[in-house]
């Protein structure tokens, strides 16, 4: 398939919907979101996804407690992950349950296909199992009856059962070839490096069932025994876009799979795995987000210090997360999440730099020209001066947001802001309006009509909500998410178009200290 009739295929995480929605989950979901509505301008077709992650002892733990069934359980829960996505304007195109029978079927198709080549077999696990983690631990890994990973350290069951095991060992030498071949296909580069240093030491097979009545799919062949969690909820990569059909080869290989740093090894080992087993293409890049932490310990379900998302989004509003959350830090960094940092990223950035450009700029527009943007006369130095800023955010943006180096695109996009500011100050478009300089006058109020049209198609990934306010309120009625990255271009407001002013763009978030 030629590659401009591939969609452009981005993945989040799929997650457990043993809780309501945490402050982590918004963070990877953001990042695809932001990367997806960035790739829709530069690709002619882009596909998102997300999900709920549903099978799994933790889950039927939590329906338990909740005196549901499994099945009650989740359907109620991942209603609150769905909320979460539209409160955050999470442009997904398909979302994901494990519990779909379009999944189950690919899953059982699956598992018996590698079953029949001889990459699954039957064997007895005998080691720890921690229920938080859904994760078979060796004897070796554990000490005092505690999950070995530092950010868990819950108490494991000892297990000692019959299950069906795929063969993970018989990939690594693959695997460990195409990592060193394929420079860039795990993000951060130290993430490549830790699977690297993995793969070189010893790979065991992985058992890959439960046996009894775990709440999953029964083994098709042997229902006894239900698919575990990993080949389970892997597969939602291919699952949802039709693995074995015609559709396939329009989505796959994902171009970017984004993940939190605890998920590193499965899609960097197993997922590769799986794929070599099942002799499809890998997929572009696995990308690992930084931890989003508190307080310095890491912001987690399990942990219980769980943050409540929608209850933040409900407070702050979806575009002050979201653009704290892009701004804050590199997206391979880890985030301490601060109310304070996101107050005052909210008020000096959005409210003060480029709210109150808009608003200025805005206004002038109203009170000089009746809010309709005049054709623009002679141009200065000082435009020009803009221009070749202007010329220079856009490469960088574009080169940035390719590589999802989020944090710096917005700084490079602030340049552009920041010169508007200073630009309405030496302009003075009062004193022009004083003094009758009309084509002067003109030329400032399009020229900054022209750049916040510019700056609302490339602020759009990050502030959505807030970004389409923006469209309208400057007279266009054609759809922003549509808008093309070759469109970005100056001199193209339609002069004679009706600007509009309303209530502030972006309302400060009054604080204790600052209210
Ligand atoms: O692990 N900061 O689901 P999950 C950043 N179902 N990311 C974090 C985080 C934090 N404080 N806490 C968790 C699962 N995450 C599986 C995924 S994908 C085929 C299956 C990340 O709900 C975590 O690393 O426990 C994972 O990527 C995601 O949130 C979902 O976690």
């Not at 030629?2 to 402050?23: A, G, M, Q, R, W």
């Not at 505690?146 to 018989?170: A, I, T």
């Not at 015609?246 to 794929?275: L, Q, S």
């Amino acid at each position: 398939m030629s590659k401009n009739t591939k969609s452009y295929f981005v993945t989040t995480p799929i997650y457990y919907p043993d809780e309501i929605p945490h402050l982590s989950a918004g963070y990877a979901t953001i990042m695809a979101d932001c990367c997806a509505r960035y790739r829709r301008m530069v690709e002619d077709s882009v596909h998102l996804i997300t999900g709920s992650d549903e099978h799994g002892q933790k889950v039927q733990e939590a329906a338990k407690s909740h005196r549901k069934t499994p099945q009650e359980f989740v359907d109620r829960m991942v209603r609150d992950f769905i909320t979460a996505w539209k409160k955050l304007q999470i442009s997904y195109d398909d979302f994901v349950r494990t519990t779909d029978d379009r999944h189950i079927q690919i899953v059982e198709n699956i598992f018996e296909k590698l079953l029949e080549k001889g990459d699954i077999y039957t064997g007895e696990f005998s080691g720890w199992y921690c229920i938080e983690c859904e994760t078979f631990w060796p004897e070796s890994m554990v000490e005092r009856k505690r999950c070995p990973r530092p950010e868990c350290r819950h108490s494991v069951k000892r297990v000692k059962e019959q299950g069906y095991f795929f063969r993970l060992s018989k990939y690594r030498n693959q695997i460990l070839d195409y990592l060193e071949k394929t420079p860039g296909f795990i993000k951060p580069e130290e993430c490549m490096k830790n699977t690297i240093d993995t793969l070189r030491g010893e790979l065991e097979d992985i058992c890959i069932t439960r046996k009894g009545p775990i709440w999953g799919i029964p083994v098709p062949s042997d229902p006894d025994f239900k698919i575990y969690v990993w080949l389970d909820a892997l597969l939602n990569y291919i699952a949802a876009v039709g693995y074995g059909s015609d559709e396939f080869e329009k989505y796959w290989p994902a171009d970017i799979h984004i993940i939190g740093r605890d998920m590193v090894n499965f899609h960097t080992i197993i997922w590769p795995a799986i794929c070599f087993a099942l002799e499809i293409p890998l997929p572009g890049t696995i990308f690992s987000q930084g931890w989003v932490i508190s307080g310095g310990k890491k912001i987690s379900r399990s942990l219980h210090g769980s943050t409540n998302l929608v209850e933040i989004v409900d407070e702050f509003g979806s575009d002050a997360l979201r653009y704290y959350f892009l701004r804050e830090v590199s997206p391979g960094d880890d985030l301490e999440f601060s109310i304070p940092r996101l107050t005052s990223r909210f008020n000096n950035q959005l409210a003060n730099d480029l709210g109150n450009l808009f608003r200025r700029s805005i206004s002038m527009t109203i009170k000089y020209c009746d809010g309709m943007v005049p054709e623009r006369g002679k141009l200065g130095s000082r435009e020009r001066n803009l221009a070749r800023v202007f010329k220079e955010v856009k490469k960088e943006y574009k080169k940035l947001m390719d590589k999802l180096e989020f944090r710096e695109a917005l700084i490079s996009l602030w340049d552009l802001v920041g010169e508007l500011n200073r630009y309405i100050d030496n302009k003075a478009p009062w004193d022009l309006y004083k003094k009758e300089d009309k084509e002067e006058l003109n030329t400032t109020l399009y020229t900054l009509m022209d750049y916040l049209r510019i700056i609302t198609v490339l602020v759009m990934p990050f502030v959505p909500r807030t970004a389409i306010k923006m469209w309208r309120r400057l007279g266009f009625r054609d759809i922003l998410r549509k808008k093309k990255f070759d469109s970005v271009n100056i001199g193209l407001f339609p002069a004679g178009q009706t600007v509009k002013m309303q209530s502030p763009l972006f309302p400060r978030i009054e604080t204790m200290e600052n209210g």
